[in-house]
């Protein structure tokens, strides 16, 4: 079964930082990725998506992200890191051909210091 | 569109009380979702529908919890009876074939005392 792994569960940066959030996932065939925002007592929003293509895939609010196939990763950056960013970010895999049966990774909380 | 809406935000309730949760998808998204987060089990998928009916509810945790989808702008989450170990923020989701990628809503937080 495909399974994510975030291996950060809580990062600190300075405000304007660069910012790597780790995903490594499980899947044998070509999986669907997915990035996860979520603040505070809120829902969670989709930052970015990749299915095929481009490995380097943009989404809101400034954020990337890189699928490297040999590494099975999908980490999420951003160039300078802005204090409204600090929240909580989760990994998702889903099946190909799937949006179904999204499973996520545990959450990486991101604090940002002014 | 308003996006996914869920009702109530906030439940308080007394074990063994029955529960209901509401949901009501984005207009024209045929897969629906219900997932719990709890800070130990962190997101778990309890159950997805398409078209109305129930796929996969490998994830709903006990007999307890029944989920219903009547028709394709209205579903529901049911857990009689309710215990502690219940409290969790539930969250809806839906999605379509033409617009990957979950669509959350702001979820319930459920208590229950």
């Known amino acids: 079964a495909q399974s994510v792994t975030q291996p950060d569960i809580h990062i600190t940066v300075s405000e304007g930082a660069s910012l790597e959030l780790r995903c490594n996932y499980s899947?044998?065939?070509?999986?669907?990725l997915f990035w996860y925002v979520q603040s505070p007592g809120q829902g969670l929003q989709l930052l970015l998506k990749?299915?095929?293509?481009?490995?380097l895939v943009q989404g809101i609010k400034g954020f990337e992200a890189e699928f490297k196939r040999s590494q099975s990763s999908f980490n999420l950056r951003k160039p300078s890191v802005h204090w409204s960013d600090a929240a909580e970010y989760f990994c998702a895999v889903a099946e190909s051909g799937g949006y179904n049966k999204l499973i996520f990774g545990a959450g990486t909380r991101l604090a940002v210091h002014p | 569109d308003a996006g996914v809406i869920q009702s109530p935000r906030h439940e308080v309730t007394e074990m063994g009380q029955e529960v209901t949760l509401r949901c009501k998808p984005i207009s024209g998204h045929d897969y629906l979702f219900w997932y719990r987060q709890t800070m130990m089990r962190g997101l778990e998928l309890l159950i997805y529908?398409?078209?109305?009916?129930?796929?996969?509810d490998s994830g709903m945790p006990e007999d307890r919890f029944s989920a219903k989808m009547p028709n394709a702008s209205f579903s529901t989450l049911k857990i009689q009876p309710s215990e502690p170990r219940d409290s969790a923020v539930y969250f809806c989701?839906?999605?379509?074939?033409?617009?990957?990628?979950?669509?959350f809503g702001s979820g319930t937080r459920l208590t229950v005392v």
């Open positions: 899947y044998g065939a070509t999986p669907y």
């Open positions: 529908f398409n078209n109305n009916v129930p796929i996969d």
């Open positions: 990749y299915f095929s293509g481009d490995t």
């Open positions: 989701a839906s999605s379509s074939d033409r617009d990957y990628g979950y669509t």
